[in-house]
């Protein structure tokens, strides 16, 4: 269709017979999962999961209430001290395992994941993929961790650093990669030895009973429970129990706040990985076209519901036209469709009816604003929540398409003179979760990243990730790490014990 703004002609392309995605065979059982099985909710209320291409219900799972999660959480109690007690080497093993169960049903995984959010199947594919990786990591990393040596640090006592459990770990997950930040989460919680209950998405909760499906018969019973339902019930019940010793939350700001007021009566640890508005900064000497080529992937994956996306350009004004003419040609190639209407399609819809009418909102005001469409602009005709993949430009300072995370298939592009200045309006955000520099000039790169106030800086690519590096952001983007030996850590406690050996 040709968008609001008359720019381009975006056609949402069709799968043939979208009923071969899933089968009823795929779908999980469609209520809790509590010590080692799965049991039906304490209320007979339900909420339907629905297919964002077609607007469809595909499932109806259980709405969670809070002696749901009492029971889960009691479930947990019970199992952390044996799951606490085997050897690293055995729960290695375990999630070494875990990981051979989702590799090996990587196909089924992955089209469940499209059903439910809409994704490409590339990109499905893509997350189960680095969900197992996640957990070849974590059941390796956690059989080499350190600290600092043993030793007299006062006279005739011998120090031993001890690394313990923390115990229960509430878990709330996110609709964006449902299955991918279960993993994040999941991976290095029972690596250092928790156990712990998790409440996905109500909008996308079937991977995450797939996966607690998939391992029931691995995990000994109350190790990893599920419990389904909203936030404002059933995570909130997660964050205030006193029996969970910390909660993680990856989600918006709002319930990050959220997450954290309710956890400080009991003096819980919180680890929030919350939202992102990444500045791509491109100075005059960067390679603009593969800058460009880029953004395609980094800008748009995910339709770009992805908290980490390059989704605010801020580009030298003497080379913005000629980058602003690269990117919409870049753009314009994209391929927007349902996840079977063929292995090349790159966009798929938002999320949800609540999502794209959000997305939607912020194109039409921006168009208010007299922020100029360089491409797309609005929203493409249905079914299913589907948005064009859009270019703003000349976006002045401080407009609100720019400071805020709009979470969809967006990307803003503001100017700037001078180093100082993309810096300072680089980092007048409120969140810190990522961005990058593009720059050929070696001591420029160093310094510009060093400057701005984000958690991960990219140069000269955006939204590489590695199980290996630490993934969090700062400020509004909250704090703890996903990935890497610092997530071992954010989900261990340290203890110190001295020994007088004076004799």
């Known amino acids: 269709m040709t968008t609001a703004a008359g720019l381009t002609t975006v056609t949402i392309r069709r799968a043939a017979d979208t009923s071969a995605l899933i089968t009823a065979a795929d779908l999980p059982p469609a209520r809790h999962f509590v010590d080692g099985t799965f049991v039906e909710g304490s209320a007979d209320r339900v909420i339907d999961v629905v297919d964002p291409c077609t607007e469809s219900v595909i499932a109806r799972i259980p709405e969670g209430t809070a002696e749901d999660i009492d029971r889960a959480v009691a479930a947990a109690v019970a199992a952390k001290g044996q799951w606490a007690r085997l050897l690293p080497k055995e729960r290695s093993e375990l999630l070494h395992t875990i990981a051979d169960r989702l590799a090996a049903n990587t196909e089924l995984l992955s089209k469940l994941e499209s059903a439910n959010t809409g994704k490409p199947l590339a990109v499905s594919t893509d997350d189960v993929g680095q969900a197992v990786d996640t957990f070849r990591f974590m059941a390796g990393a956690l059989r080499a961790t350190t600290s600092m040596a043993a030793g007299d640090y006062a006279e005739n006592h011998l120090s031993v650093i001890l690394r313990e459990p923390l115990g229960v770990v509430g878990v709330v997950t996110p609709w964006n990669y449902p299955l991918l930040m279960a993993a994040w989460k999941i991976a290095p919680i029972l690596a250092a030895g928790n156990t712990l209950v998790i409440k996905p998405s109500e909008q996308t909760p079937l991977t995450t009973l ?24 059933v995570g909130a019940r997660l964050a205030e129990h006193p029996d969970v010793n910390m909660i993680a939350l990856t ?29 791509v900064v491109i100075f005059p000497d960067a390679d603009l076209a593969a800058a460009a080529s880029s953004l395609r992937v980094a800008g748009f994956w995910n339709s770009g519901q992805e908290c980490g996306a390059a989704c605010r350009v801020l580009v030298h004004a003497s080379v913005a036209a000629q980058f602003v003419d690269q990117l919409v040609s870049e753009v314009r ?15 798929g819809p938002m999320v949800s009816k609540a999502h794209f009418d959000r997305v939607t909102g912020y ?20 079914p299913g929540y589907f948005v064009a993949p859009t270019v703003l430009a000349d976006v002045p300072e401080g407009a609100e398409a720019a400071r805020e995370e709009i979470f969809g298939p967006v990307i803003t592009v503001e100017t700037f003179t001078d180093e100082d200045e993309a810096v300072r309006r680089a980092n007048d955000v409120p969140l810190g979760l990522s961005a990058s520099v ?30 290996e590096v630490p993934w969090g952001g700062f400020k509004g983007s909250g704090y703890g790490r996903d990935l890497s030996v610092y997530a071992l850590d954010d989900y261990a406690r340290t203890k110190h014990v001295m020994h007088n050996h004076g004799r």
Not at 333 to 347: I, N, R
Not at 374 to 382: E, R, S, V
Request: proline residues 3%; aromatic residues 4%; glycine residues 12%.
């Open 333 to 347: 190639k994209l391929v927007v469709g349902e996840p079977l209407a063929g292995e090349d399609v790159e966009v």
């Open 251 to 279: 989600g918006s700001v709002a319930s990050g706040r959220a997450v954290a007021r309710a956890a400080a009566d009991s003096l819980k640890r919180v680890h929030l990985e919350l939202g992102g508005k990444a500045p």
């Open 363 to 382: 194109l039409e005001r921006a168009k208010k604003e007299d922020v100029r469409v360089a491409t797309g602009g609005g929203a493409l005709d249905g």
């Open 438 to 467: 593009w720059t050929e000039n070696a001591r420029r790169s160093h310094d510009i990243a060093a400057r701005l106030d984000f958690g991960t800086v990219w140069v000269n690519s955006h939204l590489v990730l590695a199980s």
């Open 210 to 233: 797939k996966f607690a499906e998939l391992v029931a018969d691995l995990l000994p019973p109350g190790v990893l429970n599920v419990v389904n339902g909203y936030g404002a019930v």
